[in-house]
């Protein structure tokens, strides 16, 4: 038996995201304000430093800030950009039209921010409470005593292509605690896994999104901070459901994406080119004309709403923020319902552990505390919009517009929902069984490198970096599937849904093969969630490798 080191904490947070960070701040200013023996809370983060995994648009509501920490300005929150001005459009390929009132996407008193840079700053107020913050650790498994949690493993570190331990191997940590709070994020690796293991899932699959992210330096004077778009329409045809957006940010900056759902039917599209033909658009061409491109990212986002919700209680254990699935796709927001919900869960684990109680009766209060406060009231009145767009963006609008008047009452029953990666159509029930039929691409572009990029050059504006000599963290359970029925039925959609060319076909002279390029990965877990066979496994990286996503 391997020889580990055992850490033992009170309350074990994985991922330091704006979920796990609100829970460990929580824990650590109650344990302080209730007096005697302070708890030990520890979190562990797979990136190099707090943040640089860590993207979103980003527009800030800032009710879970004030609820965390009510003197926020005071402490220097980067959260100054006040949202001056908010639009929405729909697009044609060629023009666009303003729709008359922004409804669920209105943002007055919201913010612009950089994410990563917010979560930095979360960090720091999380260590002056005397957290214990890891950066560079990924949890690789679960610790078990039954069915109740009881901490977490580290992955091992110093391990070659091959799994043979190098010269510098050094094994995982046992993380063990009286409460573990799972925070690893959208589609995180131990949530996926404790869901299935104890099976929590909810009444409905969770669906999910891809949000494609670039960020923009503009000519002085060209961009007044504070201005939202959101577009609906092109580049994405009725059958798909999305967006894009623009954020402007202090010093001429300013981002631009693009947010597909990934329950898509055509199995060639690529949510990339989307977004480069999105930037193709004379609204969004002109407005990003004379600048250049600083910094690229990609995330899945969970939009299944909330019958998608799994049990987010067990004996030992909490699930919070975007591993939950807590996130308003009517509003595109979901920051400040992840911080509310990491509050709740360290409130819960201060009571469960002051009375020596961490039972899932007992850690069930977290539930009542969800249920109870602002965060049903936000996602309960939306909970079948995402269903409804299932049916078509007309279907979806005017239902979303009538679940707006009517405060989410019209429809009580769960409309019907399915996994995304089964609505992908096959190649030939999509294009016909005609060869002349399949086109190349659904929205193949001209790249120049100056408005529009390849992946490859998009990869490298991400700071993307993993340690080439380590075992492939993307784990592909049958790669003879790949080359005989995947590409038969499906023409490898790998190709085209990853927005970082990290798969790819080739002919070794043996017919085709898949070559994974982990070394492109950007972490955002698209090939996990839609592969129509669902055989590739995402796992954490060794030593903190991954995207670095600095200012965005």
């Given at each position: 038996m391997m020889h580990r080191e055992v850490l033992e904490v009170d309350v074990l947070v994985v991922g330091a995201g704006p979920a796990g960070l609100s829970a460990a701040i929580r824990v650590a200013e109650s344990s302080r304000r209730a007096g005697g023996e302070p708890l030990a809370v520890a979190v562990i983060e797979k990136s190099r430093q707090s943040g640089s995994h860590i993207l979103s648009g980003a527009v800030l509501d800032i009710s879970g800030l004030d609820e965390l920490l009510p003197d926020w300005k005071a402490r220097g929150a980067p959260v100054d950009t006040l949202v001056s001005s908010d639009k929405i459009y729909y697009l044609t390929s060629r023009s666009k039209l303003r729709f008359p009132f922004n409804g669920p996407l209105n943002n007055h008193g919201n913010y612009v921010i950089s994410l990563s840079r917010f979560v930095r700053w979360l960090t720091g107020q999380a260590e002056a409470e005397g957290v214990d913050v890891f950066t560079g650790f990924g949890g690789s498994e679960i610790l078990y005593d039954g069915e109740r949690v009881v901490g977490v493993r580290t992955g091992d570190r110093g391990v070659d292509k091959q799994g043979v331990e190098k010269s510098n191997f050094e094994p995982g940590v046992d993380i063990r605690a009286a409460v573990t709070i799972f925070a690893d994020g959208v589609r995180g690796n131990l949530t996926k896994t404790l869901v299935k293991d104890l099976v929590l899932e909810g009444p409905q699959p969770q669906t999910y999104a891809l949000g494609i992210k670039e960020l923009w330096e503009l000519p002085p004077g060209k961009v007044i901070p504070g201005h939202v778009i959101h577009t609906l329409g092109y580049p994405l045809r009725n059958e798909e459901f999305g967006g894009g957006f623009v954020y402007t940010l202090p010093e001429g900056r300013i981002s631009v994406g693009l947010v597909v759902g990934l329950d898509y039917r055509d199995p060639r599209f690529d949510p990339h080119m989307a977004f480069q033909r999105f930037k193709q658009h004379p609204a969004i061409a002109s407005l990003l004309a004379g600048g250049r491109m600083l910094r690229y990212g990609a995330k899945a986002l969970p939009e299944g709403g909330w019958y998608a919700l799994p049990r987010c209680h067990v004996a030992g254990g909490l699930i919070v923020g975007d591993a939950a699935g807590?996130?308003?796709?009517?509003?595109?927001?979901?920051?400040?319902?992840?911080?509310?919900?990491?509050?709740?869960a360290g409130d819960t684990a201060v009571e469960a552990i002051r009375s020596s109680?961490?039972?899932?009766?007992?850690?069930?209060?977290?539930?009542?505390?969800?249920?109870?406060?602002?965060?049903?009231?936000?996602?309960?009145?939306?909970?079948?919009?995402?269903?409804?767009?299932?049916r078509g963006l007309l279907a979806g609008l005017a239902f979303s517009a009538w679940s707006m008047v009517t405060g989410g009452w019209c429809f009580k029953r769960m409309l019907p929902n399915e996994v995304g990666h089964a609505r992908m159509a096959s190649i030939s029930r999509y294009y016909g069984t005609e060869p002349q039929d399949i086109r190349v691409s659904s929205n193949a572009v001209t790249v120049d490198r100056t408005l529009t990029f390849d992946k490859l050059t998009n990869v490298h504006y991400s700071g993307t970096r993993h340690d080439e000599d380590q075992p492939v963290h993307l784990l592909v359970k049958d790669t003879d599937l790949c080359r005989s029925r995947c590409r038969e039925l499906y023409g490898n959609p790998?190709?085209?849904?990853?927005?970082?060319?990290?798969?790819?076909?080739?002919?070794?002279?043996?017919?085709?093969?898949?070559?994974?390029?982990?070394?492109?990965?950007?972490?955002?877990?698209?090939?996990?969630?839609?592969?129509?066979?669902?055989?590739?496994?995402?796992?954490?990286?060794?030593?903190?490798?991954?995207?670095e996503y600095e200012g965005m």
């Open positions: 807590f996130l308003n796709s009517m509003r595109l927001k979901g920051i400040h319902l992840a911080m509310k919900s990491g509050i709740c109680d961490v039972s899932a009766s007992k850690l069930a209060a977290f539930q009542k505390r969800i249920i109870a406060g602002s965060v049903r009231r936000e996602l309960y009145p939306v909970r079948n919009v995402h269903q409804a767009f299932g790998c190709i085209h849904f990853c927005p970082a060319h990290v798969y790819e076909m080739v002919d070794d002279g043996h017919g085709p093969r898949l070559q994974i390029n982990a070394s492109n990965c950007v972490h955002c877990k698209t090939c996990d969630i839609v592969d129509p066979f669902q055989v590739i496994d995402w796992v954490p990286p060794e030593g903190g490798g991954g995207p």
